[in-house]
């Protein structure tokens, strides 16, 4: 187990970078922060709609949620990955498309954790802002929001761990995360294939299991002030 | 060429390739279910379990599965995990439908540290004194469990359990990696086939949202029937 550890490691952490394009473990973890970070916005957008008081635009959107909820996030990337190019006329990369497959896909799971987190709010706070004069996006903007996020954290650093995960699948369309890495390395040792998948369930291991329990211990911290989530179902337990 | 073409997806070759790879699917979906089950049932009572040792395997459990993705469960156990076995075994395996065996272990695992956790959960949702009065009874643990807490519990951990089986559902196409053809390996086998990508993507989505939408009904049409009493 040690001599692929000593001889691979470079490869698994950065992949062929900087003679080639970057790979490994750091790509895993680029792709996810990205993911997460242009999602959430997305995310936002798509709850507040989720909740809104106007039909016109909150059935098309939780129409949207049901779809991509109810679709694998293997047949988003899918989709992605021969749309793209034929709708856009430009060839997008795998880095590309997988994060425009995970920016999709996890908005909606956000959406979700976002509707959670504002209908978990007690109703007199909406009724106290609009009672003092705010309109409905500003009292959603200067009190429910703000209080709605910050409910929301824990479920937000494990929405990050989901999508490490979902990361994973880049692997299907040759993506060079680190799970694409570790079957490169197995081609070519060819002798250890347990071991080298156990180093890599190992890897994401003690990523998530770290993450994690940084959510159980913002989970803790906020029950303490008595703001816990509503609605803890709403949150994703599952996904790839 | 028209631009949707219906006719390779009603009959023919290609509407036979993604027939089979849907009910490939569901096989695996039943399947998984049915193991990932009482291996769940299992890992939740261990997690309860009034010896601290048991508590930490059950632990142990959930936690090195669930943070680690499908697909890592996928490779170790299709690529891996065979090679650990002796000789004669793997040689029996390999004439046989590996990768259809490595997917239903992996499914079934990763399905079960989920689901115990929320069986666990309903678990604890019975007032203590349930447990208790199931003791003072002279019941032992298991007997307690058994016949005072699970059937309470049961009916607070169903509407859980479906959504995971819906998790599972959309999980069993994360199975095409291994090169179970499933539906979602035989929508690509289609695609290079035919070059109709729209098609038999379309056809994949369709399948993959009406089972979606079938379970996510059925949860609430329990939620309905069984609403949850509270005492």
């Not at chain 1, 509707?115 to 007690?122: E, F, H, S, T, V």
């Not at chain 2, 004669?88 to 115990?116: C, D």
């Not at chain 2, 695609?191 to 379309?202: D, G, H, K, L, Q």
Request: glycine share 8%; net charge positive; hydrophobic share 55%.
């Amino acid at each position: 187990m040690l001599d692929v550890v000593q001889d691979y490691w470079v490869y698994f952490l950065i992949g062929q970078y900087p003679n080639g394009p970057l790979g490994g473990l750091v790509l895993t973890l680029l792709l996810a922060s990205c993911g997460l970070v242009l999602a959430l916005p997305l995310g936002i957008v798509l709850g507040l709609a989720r909740v809104s008081p106007w039909r016109w635009l909150r059935w098309p959107v939780t129409g949207f949620v049901f779809v991509v909820r109810g679709l694998p996030l293997l047949m988003v990337i899918f989709w992605a990955y021969f749309f793209l190019p034929s709708v856009t006329g430009v060839k997008t990369d795998q880095f590309t498309t997988m994060l425009i497959a995970l920016v999709v896909f996890d908005a909606a799971y956000l959406a979700e954790i976002v509707r959670a987190g504002i209908q978990g709010l007690p109703r007199g706070q909406m009724e106290t802002a609009r009672a003092l004069g705010l309109g409905y996006g500003a009292a959603m903007r200067l009190v429910v929001l703000p209080q709605s996020l910050r409910s929301m954290l824990p479920s937000l650093v494990n929405q990050f761990v989901s999508t490490i995960k979902e990361t994973s699948l880049g692997y299907i369309i040759g993506l060079a995360e680190v799970s694409f890495i570790a079957t490169q390395i197995n081609t070519q040792v060819f002798t250890k294939p347990a071991q080298i998948y156990l180093i890599l369930g190992l890897t994401y291991f003690i990523l998530c299991f770290g993450l994690s329990r940084l959510a159980y211990a913002l989970e803790r911290r906020l029950a303490r002030r008595g703001l816990a989530v509503a609605d803890p179902d709403a949150a994703p337990k599952v996904s790839a | 060429m028209p631009l949707f073409d219906y006719s390779l997806l009603l009959t023919g070759q290609y509407h036979d390739m993604l027939v089979a790879g849907l009910w490939l699917s569901l096989q695996l979906l039943v399947v998984s279910l049915v193991c990932a089950l009482p291996i769940a049932l299992v890992v939740a009572l261990l997690r309860l379990a009034p010896v601290a040792p048991l508590r930490w395997l059950g632990f142990a459990y959930v936690e090195s599965i669930r943070n680690i993705p499908l697909l890592a469960h996928m490779l170790f156990w299709y690529f891996g995990a065979p090679e650990l076995l002796p000789e004669g075994i793997k040689q029996r395996l390999y004439e046989g439908h590996i990768e259809a065996y490595s997917a239903i272990v992996a499914l079934s695992l990763y399905t079960a540290a989920f689901m115990a956790e929320d069986i666990r959960s309903g678990i604890r949702a019975i007032p203590a004194v349930q447990f208790e009065a199931g003791r003072a009874l002279g019941f032992g643990f298991l007997g307690t469990m058994r016949r005072v807490v699970l059937p309470q519990a049961l009916r607070v951990t169903v509407p859980p359990l479906i959504s995971q089986t819906l998790s599972l559902w959309k999980n069993t196409s994360i199975a095409t990696v291994i090169g179970v053809a499933e539906l979602m390996y035989q929508a690509g086998q289609v695609e290079s086939a035919t070059f109709r990508s729209f098609e038999s993507f379309a056809f994949a989505s369709a399948a993959y949202l009406t089972v979606s939408l079938a379970i996510t009904g059925l949860a609430s049409w329990y939620h309905h029937r069984f609403p949850v009493r509270t005492l």
